[in-house]
């Protein structure tokens, strides 16, 4: 027979460094989990990715037992790393702060796919650039749909 879940926890946490500090610590502790058995677990799942914020969803079931499920790393945070920007523009409209190329875009894109609500490449393209855009970050070159 399967669990009942009870409710999920969403957190974005550096891969390789969960530690029961804030923010991790009160929102595990407000649902009854371990909090050190998830940070170990977390961290040895995400050994390869040290230090890239990753978002995580954790479903929490009634018998205070978890799983989780780690996601790739946020569309701005891969637009900042490709840029080596610490931050976005503080103007997106007025002041441009950077320009990536669609090829870029495109890696993105794929790399993102999975977490995407986009059935096509294309699709999830748009979107990267759109948040690209927001950032101050501006995509050169011909779109290449």
């Given at each position: 027979m399967a669990k009942e879940i009870t409710g999920f926890v969403k957190l974005q946490v550096k891969g390789g460094q969960a530690n029961p500090a804030p923010p991790i610590g009160p929102a595990l502790g407000s649902k009854g989990l371990n909090i050190m058995d998830f940070c170990k677990q977390f961290n040895a799942r995400t050994q390869d990715r040290m230090g890239k914020v990753l978002p995580v969803v954790i479903s929490v079931y009634s018998d205070k037992s978890f799983d989780f499920i780690i996601k790739t790393p946020p569309v701005a945070t891969q637009l900042l790393e490709a840029t080596k920007l610490q931050k976005g523009s503080a103007e997106p409209n007025r002041r441009k702060v950077s320009s990536v190329s669609w090829d870029v875009v495109k890696t993105i894109a794929q790399d993102k796919m999975p977490d995407l609500n986009c059935f096509t490449v294309e699709s999830a393209m748009k979107l990267v650039a759109g948040?690209?855009?927001?950032?101050?970050?501006?995509?050169?070159?011909?779109?290449?749909?």
């Open positions: 948040t690209a855009r927001s950032m101050g970050i501006t995509v050169t070159g011909d779109a290449p749909f």
